[in-house]
């Protein structure tokens, strides 16, 4: 992938798209003769290929990253509509804003959710997520990686990245005793799951031992519980 930033300059020596393109010089040659690419002449002779073409060009074969265009964003969460009636979801945002601002941000998007960070399908975060596959976002600026997902953290960063998108974690721990308050919740959220199932399975999950519960969830999961 190529920045559109990177390319400054008007005019490129036929060299310089070789080397950009990972092409032989007859190939370069073979672009501006049927057209793929434009060249000009100079006083001296020299054929120069002009940047219009290069980028046209690039951009029709999928290798131009219109990172002069590319959004900003902030991205904010929190679990409960409680927590955001407190004014949560709002110093967050406005933490986030402090922090982006003295990043010299290019056009800063805020996107925020409602929910559970162990819901993947939020509808703030798959916006986020398509934004970065249309390569549209430049930075994605968190207070938490627990923000974005529980679960799965590396991944998104691994999706962020072949998009050549940067996530920005302004901190590193915990320290909001309302974040301590949504992991307890998420915690208990799976519990209630985990009951909601035995219900179903005929109670065998409610007021069992740790093994038979491990038992239990193992069972589920396709596989066998063994107790060493």
């Known amino acids: ?23 032989s010089l007859p190939t370069v040659q073979n672009m501006t003769r049927d057209g793929r690419l434009i060249d000009v002449r100079t006083d001296t002779n020299r054929r120069l290929i002009t940047r219009d073409s290069l980028l046209a060009y690039l951009d029709k074969i999928g290798l131009l990253v219109h990172d002069d265009k590319r959004l900003d964003v902030i991205y904010a969460r929190v679990s409960t509509h409680k927590q955001k009636t407190r004014g949560d ?17 290019k056009s800063l998007t805020i996107i925020s959710d409602v929910g559970s960070g162990l819901n993947d ?7 986020l997520i398509d934004l970065i596959q249309r390569k549209e976002v430049d930075r994605v600026f968190v207070t938490y990686k627990d923000r974005l997902t529980r679960f799965g953290f590396n991944y998104l960063t691994a999706i962020a990245d072949f998009h050549n998108t940067h996530i920005v974690v302004i901190s590193s721990e ?26 179903l399975c005929g109670g065998e999950f409610d007021n069992a031992d740790t093994w038979r519960r491990s038992v239990f969830l193992s069972r589920l999961c396709g596989g066998e519980y063994r107790k060493d």
Do not use: C, W
């Open 89 to 105: 979801l709002d110093r967050q945002i406005q933490t986030l804003k402090n922090f982006a601002i003295d990043k010299n941000p």
């Open 121 to 127: 399908n939020r509808k703030g975060l798959n916006k």
């Open 1 to 23: 992938m190529i920045n559109k930033s990177t390319l400054t300059k008007e005019f490129y020596k036929p060299k310089e798209v070789k080397e950009l393109l990972g092409i």
């Open 174 to 199: 915990i320290e909001d005793k309302s974040l301590s308050e949504e992991l307890a919740e998420d915690i208990i959220s799976i519990i209630h799951s985990f009951s909601f199932l035995s219900r």
